[in-house]
């Protein structure tokens, strides 16, 4: 199983006499414009459901053995256990990883809630947090680039990150 970017695929192999995989079959389809928008998460999930369905009969007829090994797990990210957020909390979360962090981008709360979090189209749901955020678009028109200081995740060994704020382009 494959995905990438405008399509999805898999194959259907089979062991032979010495122990090697030989592929039997191969299902691949075209993502539609809107699905390739989905996170990688996302689009794997559905290249593993998409070629299950295919194969159904023969896999499920036939003792099988699966070689495929997810790089992280369902629920991980680098190793890392991720909680999958029920639908409930992720206006909590994405109210505490914008508003209480001063506005930041989509880009900066994605990197702050994907480390721990997860739930179904999480980067879209961000990316829509962050554009109707009144505030931001109130800062905006008025033309005020200006953010607050921006808060840092803390660090769980002490020293490990020190930080010192400047002020620049000073003339002479």
């Known amino acids: 199983m494959d995905v990438g ?37 996302d689009r794997e999930v559905m290249a593993m459901r998409d070629t299950l369905k295919n194969f159904r009969k023969t ?10 090994q997810n ?11 991720q909680v999958l957020l029920p639908a409930s909390l992720v206006p909590t979360i994405l109210s505490l990883a914008h508003d209480e962090t001063g506005y930041q981008g989509a880009d900066k709360i994605l990197s702050r809630i994907e480390p721990r979090y997860c739930w179904p189209k ?5 990316e829509n947090y962050a554009k109707t955020c009144k505030r931001c678009a109130a800062t905006l028109a008025q ?12 660090e769980e060994i002490p020293f490990a990150l020190i930080e010192v704020d400047l002020k620049g382009h000073y003339r002479e």
């Open 5 to 41: 970017k405008v399509g999805l695929g898999g194959e259907l192999s089979q062991e032979d006499a010495q122990g090697q995989l030989l592929p039997v079959a191969y299902f691949s389809r075209a993502l539609a414009k809107r699905q390739r928008s989905y996170s990688t998460y």
């Open 59 to 68: 896999a499920t007829e036939q003792p099988h053995i699966s070689t495929h």
């Open 71 to 81: 790089e992280h797990g369902l629920f991980t990210r680098d190793h890392k256990k």
């Open 122 to 126: 999480t980067k879209a749901e961000v």
């Open 143 to 154: 033309g005020d680039r200006n953010a607050p200081i921006h808060q840092r995740p803390r």
